[in-house]
Structure formats: C-alpha cells, structure tokens
C-alpha cells in the first residue's frame, strides 16, 4: 500500500512508545487513527486527546467503520501482540495490509533522509540529542523516538520542510532490518534478546547485516570498542567513536560540581566548550555520538553547542527526580548487564564517598536466565541492591528463574534484599536513603511520583 492511498490507521498495540509516536505522525497527516491497546496509560490518554480512536478490549465490533476497507487502512501491530489476536486475525482475514512498526518506519526511509541509532544500549538518549540539535538548527528534522524527550514533552517531532527523519532502530525481532538508513550510529552490540537470536554470533550477524542497508552516498558511525564486523555497500563512509579516540572523541574533559565539558574533535570541525544539558558521564558518548551525526548532515559548531547545551534528557533515562546534598533520587530505564554497568559507573563518578542504593525490578526470564551472573556484577559496584520480583513483559514464568539469581551471585559482604515490588513505597518510608536510583524497563516507575513525594517529605 503506498502512503497517498492511506485514509486510516489502525494501531493493534497503539499505546507502546514506538507505535505512538507512528500514530502521532498520521493524527498530523490527517488521517483516523485507530486502534487497541491492553491497557490505558498516559500515553493512550494523550493520543486521545490528539484524536485517536482508542478502545481497551479485545473486540473486533469496536473497530471503526472507517478502518473496515482494506483498499484504504492500514493496520500496523508490534511484535509483543500475540499471533492469535482476535482483531489481528481479523484484518489478516480480510485482505488487509498489516505490517509492523518497523516496516512502515522503513517506508519512511525511502522517502525521507534517515538518520538512524542501532545499539542494545544508549540508542534512545543518542537519537533522542540527536534530533533535538538537528530540529533546532537550520536543517531541522522529524524524529521517532523510543522516549519521551523532555524538550518537547513528546515521542515525536514533525516538521514540513526538513527532509531528515531521526528514527531509533530497534534490533528486537530485527526489525532494523526493514531501515533503509541514510545514516546511522551503532552505539553497542552486547549480545541480547537471546530468546530471538539464540546465540551471541547470530545477534551479532543481524547487526553486520544492517550495515548493509546503509545507502551508498551516507555514512556508518561505529563505537570503536564493538565486537562486530560491519560490511557497508559501495559509496558508504565508516566514521568511528569513543570518549577518548576515534575519528569522533572527547578532550579537555571537565567533570565538575555538577557539569560536564570538554572539546569535540572531529575530521570535519573541532567544536570547542561543549556543555552538557543533562550532565551525565554516559552522555559523553552517546553525546559525541550524535553530535558526529548531525555534524555530517551539515549543522555547525554554534548549533552544535546550542544543542547540547539545551538537551533536557529522556523521561526515566538517568532521570533524576531530586538532585541535592541530603537526597538524590533518579530513574533509570537501564535493563541490560551493560546498561547497568554504566550506569552505576557513573553515578559513581558524580556521587564519589556517597551511599548509593539501587531497587532494581529485573525485566523478562529469559533475560535473566541468561545474564543473571552479568547482573550482580554490575549492580555489585553500587553499595546496596534492593532487588524485587522479575516483570514478565511479554513471557510466561520459567521454572527456578527468579530475582534470588542476581542475588546469590551479588558481591559477598555487600548490602542486598529482595523484597515485593507491592512493599516498596513502604520501604521507602521506612528509611532515609542517601542516592537512590530505580532500575529497570518494568512498571517499578509506576511508583516515582509516590517515592518522590515520601523522599522530599523527609527534608
């Protein structure tokens, strides 16, 4: 189906981060949007605020009138609906055009510039700066992102003159794989999502795989401590990265009372005094990381700097709540051993002689099955683990996989519990702690509000 003989949408899944920030691109176009989501939520809340046509049960008679022609609905699902989905049967059924989130972002890189971020970690913080320096400059952009920005309070940005779209892409059931990128960084490629892959190689091959998709005349922008091959077309330039050596690197690094600034070196234009808007030690990568991107799509040094400097962050990624010499408190969507691992390093580097206590919400069994001993690992540089019940997401419980894993490999000698994730506002109350950082892709942010509120209330 090509986009000019779309007239409606309809979204199976509509309230996921990624599928809402598609939806938004169509409510703009003009078009119904519709669709189903398990569960209401904010995000669903604002979609129908927007416009959406949103309903919460399982049931073809709520689908639209205007989404019942195949010729002019297109149905879009993400891949954590179930195949037996009795509204995906449906459209399957009936002739109509059902692709995934990921095909249809695909559609888009044929028809726009795309500027894509591959990685298992630090994609969302890297697209999310990314978009925000290019949508501030002269070049400007649109921009699907796996978080909501906090410059702009949205998944989503839009605009109707740039020709750039910032997209975040995501390897889970290699779904990058549909991206025709103009451009892309590849931040990471720890091995993950081992129930898809099976194996470290295999994961690994579905990134080699995608550099292949990069179009002649653009560029790959690879971390340079990766273990992986890439194999880009013809006419592909390879740029690498890191905090301190590559093409892209960082000098003249200042951590200080709260900042961060340090020089950009690049082969097209050094930019001197970049500051930080969300000082974090992690965003010295992902932040040379998309300034090299927007740099070679042709924003310059002022732009740069302005960009960085006025970078807010990304709702719950080093998300901090309270920030003050008697309390810190800030979320973290950090799920992966690596994520973990620097994370709690640089809450280390920003908070040396504080006690630092992470709760953190495990996400998926399988993940855990596979990298439990990786866990405790990183999360034993911290002071103190307060680890709760495993969240399921999409999986069915598998038998003796539980949080007791991570916490029998934890540092001997190190503060740990396990308790239920129903008792920790209790626990909060209950004690005054110094740092204090929520782990984890599960609904353990449910709580921050609450937890906010227990902790300000003890100044």
Known sequence: MELKDIKAVYFVGAGGIGMSAIARYFIRKGLVVAGYDKTPSELTKQLEREGALLHYAENIDEIPHACRDPKSCLVIYTPAIPADHKELQYFRENG??????????????????????????????????????????HIDCNAFLGGISKNYGSNYIISDESDYVVIEADEFDRSFHWL??????ITATDPDHLDIYGTKEAYLESFRHYTTLIQPGGALIIHRDLEMKQAVQE?????????????????????????ITFDFISPIENVKGVKLGQPVPINIDNGIAAMAMAQLAGCNAEE?????????????????????????LL?????????????????????????????????????TRDF?????????????????????????????????????????GMEKSIIRKDDVLDLVSKRDFDVLVILGAGDLDNYMPQITKIIENKK
Not at 343 to 355: C, D, F, M, N, V
Not at 377 to 394: H, K, M, W
Request: with cysteine; hydrophobic share 30%; proline share 3%.
């Open 96 to 137: 109509f055009t059902v692709e995934k989130r990921a095909q249809v972002l695909g559609t888009l890189t044929r028809t726009h510039k795309g500027l894509c971020v591959a990685g298992t970690h630090g994609k969302t913080s890297t697209s999310t700066m990314c978009a925000h320096i290019m949508h501030q400059s």
């Open 180 to 185: 025709r990128p103009w451009m892309s960084v």
């Open 235 to 259: 006419g592909v330039k390879v740029y690498d990265y890191s905090r301190h050596e590559g093409d892209f690197h960082a000098e003249n690094i200042v951590i200080d009372n709260g900042t």
């Open 304 to 328: 740069l700097k302005y960009g960085m400097k006025t970078y807010h962050g990304v709702d719950r990624r080093f998300d901090f709540k309270i920030n003050d010499s008697r309390h810190v």
């Open 331 to 367: 979320s973290d969507y950090a799920h992966h051993p690596k994520e973990i691992y620097q994370s709690a390093k640089s809450i280390r580097e920003l908070y040396s002689g504080r006690h630092i206590t992470a709760i953190f919400q495990p996400h998926l069994y399988t993940r």
């Open 372 to 412: 439990y001993r990786d866990f405790a690992d990183a999360l034993s540089q911290l002071d103190e683990v307060i680890l709760t019940e495993i969240y399921p997401a999409r999986e069915q419980p598998i038998e003796g996989v539980t949080s007791q894993l991570i916490y029998d490999n934890l540092r001997p």
